[in-house]
């Protein structure tokens, strides 16, 4: 979804940044002049299984403003893959929402002191894409 949009709005998008900076999407400026072109204007990073350890997230945190220096870092928590994961864990619903939002809560706070990087959720991609393409995310979002 995050490319299909990135490609809504003009821009090139791709898998990965580079194999040096690996990211889970990033989308690039198109533009005629050689050194405006494939500027990073936007990258995500999906947190899954790196929800549980805060070095993983700083690490997710570096490749976007660092190594990437995307004008918008995406540090998206995907809590359908959460919700999964704790379902298969045994967890009550209710304990995994609040789990999710404690999650959420704490990738929001390692991310608040730097500048251009903004915490989504997937219905947050959802909505946009749903904003920007027209179409419904086939896939579901609790």
Not at 65 to 78: E, K, Q
Not at 93 to 114: F, H, M, Q, S
Not at 118 to 140: M, N, P
Request: glycine share 6%; hydrophobic share 45%; net charge neutral.
């Amino acid at each position: 979804m995050f490319l299909e949009v990135g490609t809504a709005l003009g821009y090139q998008a791709e898998r990965t940044f580079s194999p040096q900076a690996p990211t889970d999407g990033v989308w690039l400026t198109r533009h005629q002049v050689a050194e405006l072109d494939r500027i990073p204007f936007a990258a995500i990073e999906v947190l899954v299984s790196e929800v549980w350890d805060a070095k993983s997230i700083r690490g997710s945190i570096s490749t976007l403003r660092d190594a990437v220096s995307a004008s918008l870092g995406i540090l998206l928590v995907h809590e359908g893959e959460l919700h999964r994961v704790l379902s298969e864990r045994n967890w009550a619903d209710a304990a995994i929402d609040k789990e999710i939002n404690r999650i959420t809560g704490e990738v929001a706070r390692l991310a608040a002191p730097y500048s251009g990087v903004e915490v989504w959720t997937f219905a947050k991609l959802a909505e946009i894409y749903r904003q920007t393409t027209g179409k419904k995310s086939r896939y579901c979002v609790k």
